[in-house]
């Protein structure tokens, strides 16, 4: 019988949270943790049997565990977001066959589409909840941005170029993986040093095809402090998914 996994990431520095909340994975929302709702939608799903938590540190750990879903393991964090899931991938159990890796800074996923992503892994190997892009994307041409958070009132100037947004989706998370794929695809990315930002890249230098699910229902990630008042606006609108 084929068994799945589901990799829970809340080891993220949120650095541009501006000191707002001292982690924001933790910070309160509709009087729960943000942890809570993605937690919640993987128990109310029923997808995994087994789940690992990449966590910051003792003290978060002991945190999150209050609201974890069971069983579970503890994995430390990495010094970025691919560490961190290259050791949740190396703390699976031999027995799992597909893995779920979800960013719990997105905590409005909900049970249905975890179903759905469950049902197409299973014939496609490889799929990631998206949605389509709706706004106009534009391509500077060099590197005219500075490292790090753009500044207010930024300037750019550089040549553009329009990108067709009809071939444009946004990702999310979760992304469904099966196992041997994401491994070996992980596995590359250890040894060729390549920075990805998020799982799907990883496979796509296999050169694997990736299915999109396009998510109809909003699932912004915790970013800055602003976002916080967005998602309790929009946990206004839905129903809770805890279990």
Not at 63 to 73: D, I
Request: charged residues 20%; hydrophobic residues 50%.
């Amino acid at each position: 019988m084929s068994r799945t996994a589901a990799i829970l990431l809340a080891a993220g520095q949120g650095r541009r949270m501006q000191a707002v909340v001292a982690d924001k994975i933790l910070a309160p929302l509709a009087g729960r943790p943000v942890f809570a709702f993605s937690a919640a939608a993987f128990i109310a799903s029923g997808v995994a049997d087994f789940y690992v938590i990449v966590h910051r540190d003792a003290r978060q750990s002991l945190e999150l565990s209050c609201y974890a879903p069971t069983p579970a393991l503890f994995v430390k964090g990495g010094p970025s977001r691919q560490d961190s899931v290259a050791n949740a991938l190396a703390a699976l159990p031999d027995d799992i066959h597909y893995v779920f890796i979800h960013d719990c800074a997105r905590p409005l996923v909900q049970p249905a589409q975890l179903s759905a992503l469950l049902r197409i892994v299973r014939r496609d190997k490889a799929v990631a909840l998206a949605h389509r892009v709706v706004d106009t994307i534009k391509q500077i041409a060099g590197s005219h941005l500075p490292a790090g958070p753009i500044r207010a009132r930024a300037l750019v100037r550089a040549r553009t170029t329009t990108l067709d947004r009809a071939r444009l989706w946004a990702m999310e998370t979760p992304q469904v993986f099966a196992r041997d794929l994401i491994v070996r695809a992980y596995a590359e990315v250890q040894r060729r040093r390549w920075r990805i930002t998020d799982d799907v890249q990883a496979v796509e230098r296999l050169g694997a095809r990736v299915s999109l699910l396009e998510n109809p229902h909003p699932n912004p990630k915790l970013t800055t402090p602003a976002d916080l008042a967005y998602l309790e606006f929009l946990l206004q609108r839905t129903e809770p998914t805890f279990a």
